[in-house]
């Protein structure tokens, strides 16, 4: 593949697509500072405004898969460019949404959008050798990184001095640029197309994938939510979500063996190389995601159950946490293309479970944690490129935005699963503190999120052992109809 390798074409795509995740992740990371604010501006409860994320997040996780379909049927480069139109279109009417109704429609129309990322990694792998993949998906996945530390310097000062609606509507300028570069710029001179077009989406499957994804998501959304406020309602739709997930999945399943085209290659999801390292790489999207949930609610809690500290302080503790990982995405892609993927990702995950357990054993002061966040950085940023690429190199190169569809979809559900374990633990352990009437997560519920995290982290380590007796040199080209 090197002879084919165009140096100068290949870091140009790498630099537009790294472009889009900045924007991206810096106009989701600026959203969150403007939460409160939103509460207030349209007169919602604070369970009724979680939705602002959530539904930008099962939308997401239910095109991701259809939408690397499309992009294996009609070209990479085409789907890509419609996606981030409607991403586009998404973040202009979140700008002037006047209610909450239309900024979870707006919201809805961001998450289709986030489908494009799987799209944009496997463009990456079309232009990169497998000796060069590595340096390119990291420095790829690194721009998230930044992206959130563009998006937590920038979000509160554009909030403070002009408006949340310019959370949004700053972004749109920048994407209707970067659309043209697109057009103008990234070209993919040959590609494997899936062949009868017309035949090649399975509408059933579609259907059904879109019921399934969103009810078992939404079901993980309220579950939080009635552990809390134990409102019948909730549990009703709870109940009625988790029947509908257990009674499509088989469903689905049948529906996907028996169709020529199927939406996701079974063969694909029980690949013995693919299938452990999709459930890793959800297992280190629930990491992440703990953090994000359990990490601000505990420094902004008053003493003694937290740390009395404000939004800024909250920022400043994960900073190091954000700047890490985004150093570190960096130099692990560097590492990969030298010794390979599967040594970076098992050392990440044995890092994951020292961090973790540091935490759980020792969260008493701030720099404490802080230091241990950045050792929990530095494991995910390991385990997270060193998985990543594996899905990436032997994943078929004729289905790979079908793969990577999977693998995103199985990410986002992690990331899900993230808040709803931090979420059950810290409503369901609280404590009142002297002279208060509002009670906040005890410590007990801290200790166990984070002991929960450790478990995890040895899960993940037990995974990526699985998938390295699993793989052997003859691995890299293999053949998934």
Not at 98 to 106: H, V
Not at 356 to 375: D, G, K, Q, V
Request: aromatic share 10%.
């Amino acid at each position: 593949m090197d002879e084919k390798f165009d140096h100068k074409d290949a870091w140009i795509t790498l630099t537009i697509l790294s472009s889009l995740a900045l924007i991206a992740m810096y106009g989701e990371t600026m959203l969150i500072p403007a939460i409160p604010i939103l509460v207030n501006n349209f007169k919602i409860p604070y369970n009724t405004s979680s939705w602002i994320l959530t539904a930008y997040l099962i939308a997401g996780a239910v095109m991701t898969p259809i939408v690397g379909k499309l992009s294996d049927i009609h070209g990479k480069k085409k789907i890509l460019i419609i996606v981030m139109l409607i991403y586009s279109i998404g973040t202009f009417f979140g700008g002037i949404s006047p209610n909450i109704y239309m900024m979870i429609f707006s919201r809805i129309i961001q998450g289709i959008g986030l489908s494009m990322f799987p799209v944009a990694f496997a463009i990456i792998r079309e232009k990169f050798p497998a000796e060069k993949l590595a340096i390119g998906q990291g420095i790829f996945t690194a721009v998230f990184a930044g992206g959130a530390i563009v998006g937590l310097g920038l979000g509160s000062t554009i909030i403070e001095y002009f408006s949340w609606h310019m959370t949004f509507l700053s972004i749109v300028p920048l994407l209707i640029i970067l659309l043209i570069v697109v057009i103008k710029l990234i070209h993919i001179k040959s590609e494997k197309l899936i062949k009868n077009p017309e035949n090649a989406i399975d509408i059933k499957g579609t259907i059904i994938l879109i019921i399934l994804v969103t009810s078992f998501l939404v079901a993980l959304t309220l579950l939080p939510n009635y552990v809390s406020k134990h409102k019948y309602i909730d549990l009703i739709i709870i109940m009625i979500s988790f029947i509908l997930t257990i009674v499509l999945l088989p469903v689905f399943i049948i529906f996907q063996k028996n169709t020529e085209m199927p939406l996701i290659n079974l063969q694909l999801l029980k690949d013995t190389i693919l299938l452990p390292t999709n459930i890793l790489i959800m297992t280190i999207g629930m990491s992440i995601f703990i953090i994000y949930q359990s990490i601000p609610i505990m420094i902004q809690s008053p003493s003694p159950l937290g740390f009395g500290d404000g939004p800024v302080g909250a920022a400043r503790i994960q900073l190091p946490f954000m700047i890490t990982s985004f150093i570190i995405s960096i130099l692990s892609g560097f590492f990969i293309s030298k010794i390979g993927n599967i040594k970076p990702t098992i050392i990440g995950c044995i890092i994951n479970v020292i961090g973790f357990f540091l935490l759980y054993i020792n969260h008493s002061t701030e720099l404490t944690i802080t230091i241990e966040l950045a050792i929990i950085a530095v494991g995910l940023s390991f385990a997270e490129i060193g998985a990543f690429n594996i899905s990436l190199v032997y994943a078929p190169i004729h289905l790979s935005g079908t793969a990577l569809g999977i693998t995103m979809l199985l990410f986002l559900i992690g990331m899900s699963l993230g808040p709803t374990i931090s979420g059950i633990y810290m409503e369901s352990f609280k404590s009142i503190y002297t002279g208060a009437v509002e009670s906040f997560p005890s410590s007990f519920a801290y200790e166990m999120i984070f002991l929960t995290a450790t478990i995890i982290s040895i899960f993940s380590v037990l995974l990526t052992i699985i998938v390295t007796k699993k793989i052997n040199p003859t691995t890299s080209t293999r053949s998934i109809s």
